[in-house]
């Protein structure tokens, strides 16, 4: 079972850059991958981007591309997502979520951490 907490939300203005961070409580190499969605009220949560446990398999949304970028640092146990020239559009709540190796889905999520922009 795996723990993961979220932190580094916030407010920041249109343009801006904020980084959240994703401690995870078991070795971040025994999860094949690890993934930041999001979710506005009224909306589904959605997807944001995703890691491979090496590092070399990147998946963003289109909406993120070019903006947003993921990265993973198993020594930490940490997976972190910078998001520059960030939109009124990003506003929501950002989840951590990792999928165990042998599973098809995301199995283990964070409690979330707000992020703001304000335009």
């Known amino acids: 079972q795996a723990q993961l907490v979220e932190s580094g939300g916030g407010l920041v203005q249109a343009g801006g850059s904020l980084r959240v961070s994703c401690a995870v409580s078991?070795?971040?190499?025994?999860?094949?991958?690890m993934g930041w969605f999001r979710q506005t009220p009224g909306k589904e949560r959605e997807f944001v981007a995703a890691?491979?446990?090496?590092?070399?398999?990147?998946y963003y949304a289109d909406s993120v591309k070019g903006r947003f970028t993921i990265s993973r640092d198993n020594v930490k146990n940490t997976v972190y997502l910078q998001m520059n020239s960030m939109k009124p559009e990003d506003t929501g709540v950002y989840y951590c979520?990792?999928?165990?190796?042998?599973?098809?889905?995301?199995?283990?999520w964070g409690q979330g951490t707000q992020v703001t922009v304000s335009s």
């Open positions: 890691i491979n446990w090496s590092g070399v398999n990147i």
């Open positions: 979520a990792a999928r165990p190796a042998g599973r098809a889905v995301f199995e283990y």
């Open positions: 078991v070795r971040t190499s025994s999860l094949t991958r």
